[in-house]
């Protein structure tokens, strides 16, 4: 006998058949990627093996006869308050395997999330509300640098502005796709993204994988990411999109870089990231080029020139403890956007410790760094894009209100294509072809599913945030934009009111 | 003919655009004098051009480029080759830190030392295979997370006799490619779990063939580099975390 494997004893999910709904047409064998469903060719029937579900819900989903349900095991240990069967379990992996937690999606713990301690105006009586379906209601929002001030000239009795405005970037709607690689997600996802982002107006971002052949017909649509591995980036890539964005940092796993382990580097991935099929694509934790505010200008304006000031670059950070500043930094090193991602934003994989517990809460960010800018007078230098745990439109209208000028999506987009949170993208297996470049796996969602699904989600939120602005007696996102005062805190101590610089509901 | 011009009084974003409308317009040859700290000269440029430069140019020379051959008759500050895409650098002087990081392809020689993290995450992929020649000594981290292409350290015209031929994490974490040493490092210079290694025949036909070109760059000879033997610093694995974490 070997040594004990403890964790393989207790399994997060229990597979439950209904027998008497199953016909045994072995859908859930196929089904699942990872081996949870067994077929006993002997005894003619179907086994299960709940280690391997993930909770994926895939097999349940698919089931022609809704013959299965996915539990929480029932399985418990004696209650105590500090040993849940989360610590339990993570020390069993790490005494078996002796390696770092890994996992995916955003922090899965119950901070305090402020967005659901925001509450959002309406007009009563004073002011009218706007109804959006009669009366014209404009989302337009642009990204880039805007000047202090706009000198205007009458010319032959027509006026017209002075000085040519610097490059910015039209959104039809204050909502992108945050950067996920292709290698992280499959080529299909990426298809619709673009897609969408094209019918939207609105941008998608590449991640740090390169950019696929199909993709660069989309590039009015692109934003092509310059992260520390520097993978399938050369100067037709940088001139792909209408920005660039150097990723320093990402905020499910602020301070460490990426490791796209080998078995994810088909030949199609290995193509457009330009490295040899099965190995390791690793991105060290910082650029090495950049060790200070300075090496960071050195780099915008590198990337700049190399595409003759035709691209706006983008800055992207994890939202830390020093955000303000660091934003502070960051704009006058150049950049025409910071982007913030906060603790709750996603990931294809990262060590768990670092998804839980590091960086700070987008919402305090973004105030924070709005706060600042406006204090140093540089706010009008730069775009604020927010990202981390956007959840709905109402997120988005707290994000704007708080101080931001867009937001990122990315979790909200892969749920609108499938994605249930089983929080496994690291493996490569998703049963659900989204975080996968499994040849067989991908099929189960082709492009234009992805992008019908995406287009609608987005297009809903317009509508509803046209909906909010327009009660609020707003016909324009641009009035909202760190417009404190549309928003009111319920439950909330002084010093986050502070931070956030909103009063209480009552106040 | 090529195109002479004294840069000394223009910034680098008037430089890049004067070089770009040449190129346009078809002139492929070009001497550059007064360069004075210019950043990032030749970023982006995608045509197969010659350059010659006098003086010392700043920050990210030929960062991205694509196809130039520029040749510096002077030093040259950091980064020069930054992510550079193809073409040929040659600097007959010295270079400063983080020379040809994540560099995708062409050559980099220089015939003095270079700085710090030098080399960091090149790649190859297919027949691009970028190298990188270093006439004189190197800081810490020559190589480090590299993961393709080729490094030689030659160690002979260092202007720092009292310093060891390259710094310490000598390749550390490098999961692809060949750093080639002219002489002997000591081991404890070398990244975790990296040893040297004796050439092959295979080898000595790499190091001759690239050799022989650096030799021609600066009017050296080559028997005289050869008098020496190499060592080579490979990968001990292509996953160097692939065991690092729990599933």
């Known amino acids: 006998m070997g040594t004990p494997q403890f964790a393989s004893f207790y399994p997060d999910f229990y597979i439950e058949r209904l027998w008497e709904k199953c016909i045994k047409c072995r859908r859930c064998v196929k089904e699942c990627s990872y081996g949870a469903h067994i077929w006993d060719e002997k005894k003619k029937t179907l086994l299960e093996d709940h280690t391997k579900c993930v909770g994926c819900h895939r097999c349940e989903a698919m089931c022609p006869t809704k013959a299965i349900i996915i539990r929480r095991h029932p399985s418990e240990f004696r209650e105590h308050a500090l040993w849940t069967p989360w610590f339990i379990k993570n020390i069993y992996k790490q005494a078996d395997q002796g390696g770092v937690l890994l996992t995916s999606t955003g922090c899965a713990l119950p901070f305090k999330n402020y967005f659901d301690h925001l509450v959002l105006d309406a007009c009563q009586v004073t002011n009218p509300p706007i109804d959006p379906l009669r009366e014209p209601m404009e989302l337009r929002t642009y990204i880039g640098p805007k000047p202090e001030a706009l000198e205007i000239e009458e010319v032959n009795g027509k006026f017209r502005l002075k000085k040519k405005l610097p490059p910015l970037i039209k959104l039809e709607v204050p909502i992108m796709f945050a950067a996920m690689s292709y290698g992280a997600i499959s080529l299909h996802v990426h298809q619709g993204l673009a897609r969408a982002a094209r019918d939207l107006g609105t941008l998608y971002n590449t991640g740090e994988g390169g950019l696929h052949a199909s993709l660069y017909e989309y590039g009015s649509n692109t934003i092509v990411q310059c992260a520390s591995g520097r993978f399938g980036l050369h100067v037709d890539y940088l001139k792909a999109g209408v920005a660039i964005e150097i990723k320093i940092g990402q905020g499910a796993k602020p301070g460490i870089g990426g490791h796209l382990p080998g078995e994810k580097v088909t030949e199609e991935i290995s193509k457009t990231r330009m490295i040899p099929v099965g190995s390791d694509a690793l991105s060290p934790a910082p650029h090495h080029d950049i060790y200070s505010i300075e090496d960071l200008r050195g780099l915008i304006y590198a990337l700049k020139e190399a595409t003759e000031y035709k691209k706006l670059v983008f800055v992207k950070i994890a939202a830390v403890h020093n955000v303000a500043a660091i934003a502070s930094g960051i704009v006058r090193a150049g950049a025409d956007a910071v982007v913030i991602d906060g603790l709750k934003g996603g990931t294809g994989a990262a060590p768990t410790m670092f998804r839980d517990y590091i960086g700070i809460p987008i919402e305090l960010a973004i105030s924070a760094v709005d706060k600042r800018l406006r204090e140093e007078g540089i706010r009008h230098r730069t775009s604020i894009i927010a990202s981390g745990g956007i959840r709905s439109s109402a997120d988005v209208v707290k994000a704007i209100a708080l101080g931001a000028d867009a937001v990122y999506i990315g979790t909200a987009a892969l749920i609108a294509v499938g994605c249930t949170m089983c929080q496994r993208c690291y493996t490569g297996k998703c049963p659900w072809g989204i975080a996968t470049n499994n040849p067989e796996l991908i099929k189960r969602l082709p492009p234009e599913v992805a992008y019908e699904k995406i287009y609608n989600l987005v297009k809903a939120w317009a509508h509803e945030i046209k909906e909010m602005l327009g009660a609020m007696g707003i016909n324009s996102i641009e009035s909202l934009k760190g417009n404190r005062d549309k928003l009111r805190a319920v439950g909330l101590t002084k010093e986050e009111m502070e931070i956030l610089e909103v009063k209480h509901a009552g106040e | ?247």
């Open chain 2, 1 to 247: 003919m090529p195109l002479e011009l004294d840069i000394s009084h223009l910034h680098y974003s008037q430089v890049n655009k004067i070089l770009r409308d040449y190129i346009e317009k078809g002139e492929r040859e070009f001497i550059l004098r007064g360069v004075n700290g210019h950043r990032y000269l030749f970023a982006g440029i995608s045509a197969e051009i010659k350059a010659q430069l006098y003086g010392t140019p700043g920050l990210d020379l030929g960062a991205f480029m694509r196809g130039p051959e520029i040749r510096v008759f002077g030093n040259v500050q950091d980064g020069a080759g930054n992510t550079m895409d193809e073409g040929k650098i040659v600097v007959h002087g010295m270079a400063g830190d983080v020379v040809g990081y994540a560099m995708r392809g062409g050559k980099i020689h220089i015939y003095g030392d270079v700085g710090y993290r030098v080399g960091i995450h090149m790649k190859a992929y297919m027949d691009k295979v970028p190298v990188i020649i270093i006439g004189g000594k190197a800081g810490d981290f020559l190589g480090e997370y590299m993961a393709g292409g080729i490094i030689i350290l030659l160690g002979m015209h260092s202007i720092y006799p009292e310093r060891p031929l390259a710094g310490l994490f000598l390749g550390t974490g490098m999961h692809g490619g060949t750093i080639y040493v002219r002489g002997k490092v000591k081991e404890s210079y070398l990244g975790l779990g990296l040893k040297p290694y004796a050439l092959d025949g295979e080898d000595e036909k790499i190091l001759e063939k690239h050799l022989k070109e650096y030799c021609d760059d600066f009017g050296l000879d080559l028997s005289e580099i050869l008098k020496e033997d190499f060592i080579k610093i490979i990968p001990y694995t292509h996953r160097p975390y692939g065991k690092l974490y729990a599933y």
